[in-house]
């Protein structure tokens, strides 16, 4: 490491590729670095925004190694950008890079100053394609074993399917696994009716982005890979013009035509309505 000089660290979520969904700050901290590092497929989304920068690529399993190569840099006096597509803090590299800091006594306040800088993630990205899945409670569990044992994956599609929460699966479907995504189905339709709405979404905001509604019965059916992220609707969830919608349940409490509090319930507090009472008493 070079004496003197002080590195830093972005770890940088981007989102789902396209620019309108990179946030400023990603933006900022891409251009204020002098190496950018990420696998392969996120660089050349972004490759039109590091003309001039060293760019190393780094292929699919090597997260430890793009991890342990950007602090090393950073380390030298470098800013560097390790980059994800969509959110960098949720099945990104943010989490194995700390793991390599720990590893190495770094604490903060030690060299490289390091920035985590957050991004749209797939599923609020394939949400926002299906209509509006995501208003209640969810789950989001990733159906990849490399690192999580099978049987702790069932144990959570388990859980989530019996506490009615809406499903997000990454990582749903590969060549090499090729029953998960069949098993993962018939544990839920054990909780779930057969006619749940459910959402399939291939590269959202990317060139070749397809968007399937569906429900769970069908799943299996159709086409889901690495690219896909699926949404599975809770026994609440309902389809609305060929858009999935997951009630809040304002229904309950309210006429939602005519906005009044349905008989027994008790209104919510608003507090410009209490600003205003108070201003007419004074």
């Known amino acids: 490491m070079s004496e003197g000089l002080r590195g830093r660290l972005f770890l940088v979520g981007f989102g789902p590729g396209d620019d309108q969904h990179i946030t400023p700050r990603a933006l900022a901290a891409i251009k204020q670095s002098d190496v950018v590092i990420g696998y392969s497929t996120y660089i050349k ?7 001039g920068k060293e760019v190393i690529r780094k292929g699919m399993t090597e997260e430890l190694d793009r991890a342990s190569e950007a602090i090393e840099i950073a380390r030298s006096g470098k800013t560097v950008a390790l980059v994800s597509s969509g959110d960098i803090g949720i099945y990104g590299m943010a989490g194995p890079t700390f793991e ?6 770094w604490k903060p306040g030690d060299n490289p100053d390091v920035e985590v800088i957050p991004g749209i993630t797939a599923l609020s990205a394939c949400a926002s394609l299906l209509g509006a899945p995501l208003t209640h409670d969810f789950a989001a569990i990733s159906l990849s074993d490399l690192l999580t044992p099978w049987p702790v994956i069932e144990r959570r599609v388990e859980a989530a399917a019996a506490g009615d929460f809406v499903i997000a699966l990454y990582n749903p479907q590969s060549k090499r696994r090729d029953w998960q995504l069949k098993r993962t189905q018939e544990i839920i339709l054990k909780y779930r009716a057969p006619s ?13 982005q397809n968007v399937v509604v569906t429900d769970l019965a069908h799943l299996t059916e159709h086409e889901i890979g690495m690219l896909t992220t699926v949404i599975i609707g809770n026994s609440s969830t309902y389809n609305f013009e060929g858009l999935i919608v997951t009630p809040r349940g304002y229904e309950n409490k309210y006429d939602l035509v005519t906005h009044e509090v349905l008989e027994g ?18």
């Open 265 to 282: 319930q008790r209104p919510g507090l608003s507090l410009r309505l209490a600003v205003e009472a108070g201003s007419e008493k004074t």
């Open 196 to 208: 749940t709405p459910t959402g399939i979404v291939k590269s959202a905001y990317r060139k070749l």
């Open 100 to 105: 390599c800091l720990r590893e190495m006594g």
């Open 45 to 51: 989304l972004i490759a039109h925004l590091l003309e």
